[in-house]
């Protein structure tokens, strides 16, 4: 996770037309390795370095996207500005205004790092999920980090732009571990054991 978080909050190189472009990144593994677990451990492991980072310039806000969610948005007819749909259907309601709001102008400003978690899990749009990734998300300027099965994947449309990481399987006794810290130290797992 701490490599995976160096890499997205790298200074982006400066491209051509004197526009910063953050560096893609796809994160492969098998069923069960963690990928979603791992996703929700850079969020936190994000937002507390850029909580302690310093205030110079503008903050990075680090959101997770389920592809699921976009699934729905997708079936339900949207098509372009999927992002800022999904933000305002998962944010919605007064008590989330800020939320949204802030959410919003941060993707506006590319200040967003977009996590999308599970685009194996597309259920049969793969190609709209993929198209979104590279056709709204990248060009967006915002940081990106797509995590998916192997197979999950049209891997040629990743290669070149995108930095691939292949995560191993854990092992059994890596497993426990992180088992035993989603469960926070829990008796009746150790019991289970």
Request: aromatic share 8%; hydrophobic share 40%.
């Amino acid at each position: 996770v701490r490599d995976l978080v160096t890499l997205l909050l790298q200074p982006s190189p400066m491209r051509n037309n004197g526009c910063h472009s953050a560096q893609p990144t796809l994160v492969r593994a098998g069923p069960g390795t963690g990928k979603t677990w791992m996703t929700k451990q850079a969020v936190f492991t994000l937002a507390d370095k850029l909580r302690l980072g310093a205030p110079t310039g503008v903050r990075l806000v680090p959101i997770v996207v389920f592809v699921q969610r976009i699934v729905f948005l997708i079936r339900e007819g949207a098509s372009g500005g999927l992002l800022t749909l999904y933000i305002e259907n998962v944010y919605a309601g007064k008590k989330y205004d800020n939320w949204r709001k802030m959410l919003v102008q941060a993707y506006e400003m590319r200040a967003l790092i977009v996590l999308i978690d599970g685009v194996d899990e597309a259920a049969g749009l793969r190609d709209e999920i993929e198209d979104f990734v590279h056709q709204e998300l990248v060009p967006s300027g915002n940081r990106v980090l797509v995590t998916s099965r192997p197979e999950g994947v049209t891997l040629p449309r990743y290669m070149g732009r995108f930095v691939i990481m292949n995560l191993n399987e854990l092992t059994n006794e890596q497993q426990r571990k992180v088992i035993n810290i989603q469960m926070h130290g829990s008796q009746f797992f150790d019991h289970l054991l």
